[in-house]
């Protein structure tokens, strides 16, 4: 493909919002949107499968969990939150050696 013809295959990025940040941020929530989708409907597949095998009753599933298990859920919960949003902190993630 000539240099040529490769710039006019180019066209200007669509844009919705004011600031080009904002779309891409969309962009990957968007993306995040289709993945979350894609492994609800595998789940649910995979608790049917289950549920028709005798292995587990989907009424199970979703019944309430233990204290330990409430616990244990809390604990995973809070430490993926702070893993998550330590970003926004605006703290150096990445240190160099020391001197």
């Not at 604990?75 to 160099?96: I, M, P, T, W, Y």
Request: charged share 30%; hydrophobic share 40%.
């Amino acid at each position: 493909m000539s240099e040529q013809s490769a710039s006019r295959d180019r066209r200007p990025e669509q844009t919705f919002f004011d600031d080009p940040a904002i779309d891409r941020l969309m962009g990957v929530v968007m993306a995040l949107a289709t993945e979350v989708y894609v492994l609800r409907d595998r789940l649910g597949a995979l608790e049917a499968d289950l549920d028709s095998k005798g292995v587990v009753r989907r009424e199970e599933l979703g019944a309430e969990p233990s204290e330990s298990q409430r616990a244990q859920s809390a604990a995973d919960r809070d430490a993926f939150v702070e893993h998550l949003l330590s970003n926004l902190l605006g703290q150096q993630q990445s240190k160099g050696a020391l001197r």
